[in-house]
């Protein structure tokens, strides 16, 4: 029970960490042209990251290596601007989530799995012969964690939307914000901040 909690702690202090918001970022960007209605689904499309990013993490984890984790630190921020340009490209007055956005969440979380990667590594040193359990649990943590931040942002969505902001407004103002932000971490990684 000791492990189970262990992991699943770190897995949901590492999502949650401001630190590393990039994971945060992404997730907002996701959900941010969905109404907060669509809560049921933004929650399954936070499922479809944490598919993503368990299957490289896993990888990872077990000593494959698909890219150096110097490019990964570029990609990531360009799967926050690719999504906020595809929120920009294809909004709706009322969005629906299609399954094209879920395997956008998933195919964007391979990449941030390999973000993850590092991190979950380095809790694994003296293990490694068993990474089954604490990679699992330590997954529950993650997911956890972007549950919190999505039903975060349906609250935060649902309340501004109260006040008045047009939905319009405030989905594509969220989406113009994930973009600046992920030029910003860009920026940031490629000058070596």
Request: net charge neutral.
């Amino acid at each position: 029970m000791g492990d189970f909690v262990t992991y699943t702690r770190w897995g949901l202090e590492h999502i949650t960490d401001p630190g590393g918001f990039d994971h945060m970022l992404f997730l907002v960007t996701l959900c941010a042209v969905y109404p907060p209605k669509a809560w049921k689904q933004l929650l399954l499309l936070a499922t479809a990251f944490t598919v993503g990013h368990s299957v490289t993490l896993a990888l990872t984890a077990s000593g494959y290596r698909f890219i150096s984790a110097e490019t990964v630190e570029v990609l990531i921020p360009i799967t926050i601007f690719l999504t906020a340009v595809y929120n920009l490209l294809t909004y709706r007055a009322n969005p629906k989530v299609r399954p094209v956005n879920y395997a956008l969440a998933a195919g964007f979380g391979l990449i941030h799995g390999m973000g993850f990667a590092g991190f979950f590594t380095h809790l694994l040193e003296g293990i490694r012969d068993d990474i089954v359990l604490p990679l699992l649990w330590f997954n529950v943590g993650l997911e956890v964690g972007q549950l919190v931040i999505v039903g975060a942002f349906v609250g935060l969505s649902w309340l501004v939307l109260r006040f008045g902001v047009p939905a319009k407004g405030w989905s594509l103002g969220v989406s113009v914000l994930g973009a600046l932000l992920s030029v910003y971490l860009l920026v940031n990684v490629l000058s070596g901040g």
